[in-house]
T-cell receptor, first 111, second 114 residues
Framework: GESVGLHLPTLSVQEGDNSIINCAYSNSASDYFIWYKQESGKGPQFIIDIRSNMDKRQGQRVTVLLNKTVKHLSLQIAATQPGDSAVYFCAENGGGFKTIFGAGTRLFVKA | KAGVTQTPRYLIKTRGQQVTLSCSPISGHRSVSWYQQTPGQGLQFLFEYFSETQRNKGNFPGRFSGRQFSNSRSEMNVSTLELGDSALYLC?????????????FGPGTRLTVL
């Protein structure tokens, strides 16, 4: 069935450390993947995306890695800051104008 | 440029009632998607509209419906409300460009069904 899941529901990191949030997806036909950040009381906010013809994409302090062989997606946040504390969702789009979201991982940044 | 706006922000209804939620997309965005967010089920896709046409629909009962107007504003309606419909309803708009499907989310409407 359609599902995008996350390995860990919560992640706690020390300020300044790097964070890695993982995601598994089940639809091998998905060709577009997105990471969103959701802060309390707000809607999800786009962080970075990647297409299936890429393995890695970098943004400002964030990197997304895609491993199509094992259907795995990860988000790496460098030098994690308190403002990074939020829930992070991976999402996949396999066409059909429909985005499937994962369950979410809550990131806690300890000062 | 103004972001996605949703009204109302909070709503309390009782079982059996119906509710209509409104979403105004970012100017120029013609695609509007709706999602239901609950602690137990996470973010679940409801439907997507483009140029007043529903292009895709999630696995929700027929009590959930929507529409889009010629100015791209969208509404969703839930009839015969159930306690389980209590959730944050999120609207997202996108420009729909080749190679990108970045969605911009509104703050959501918090619906509580008593």
């Amino acid at each position: 069935g359609e599902s995008v899941g996350l390995h860990l529901p919560t992640l706690s990191v020390q300020e300044g450390d790097n964070s890695i949030i993982n995601c598994a997806y089940s639809n091998s036909a998905s060709d577009y993947f997105i990471w969103y950040k959701q802060e309390s009381g707000k809607g999800p906010q786009f962080i970075i995306d990647i297409r299936s013809n890429m393995d890695k994409r970098q943004g400002q302090r964030v990197t997304v890695l895609l491993n199509k062989t094992v259907k795995h997606l990860s988000l790496q946040i460098a030098a994690t800051q308190p403002g990074d504390s939020a829930v992070y969702f991976c999402a996949e789009n396999g066409g059909g104008f429909k985005t499937i979201f994962g369950a979410g991982t809550r990131l806690f940044v300890k000062a | 440029k103004a972001g996605v706006t949703q009204t109302p922000r909070y709503l309390i209804k009782t079982r059996g009632q119906q509710v209509t939620l409104s979403c105004s997309p970012i100017s120029g965005h013609r695609s509007v998607s709706w999602y239901q967010q609950t602690p137990g089920q996470g973010l679940q896709f409801l439907f997507e509209y483009f140029s007043e046409t529903q292009r895709n629909k999630g696995n929700f009962p027929g009590r959930f419906s929507g529409r889009q107007f010629s100015n791209s504003r969208s509404e969703m309606n839930v009839s015969t409300l159930e306690l389980g419909d209590s959730a944050l309803y999120l609207c997202a708009s996108s420009l729909v460009l080749a190679g990108s499907n970045e969605q911009f989310f509104g703050p959501g409407t918090r619906l509580t069904v008593l």
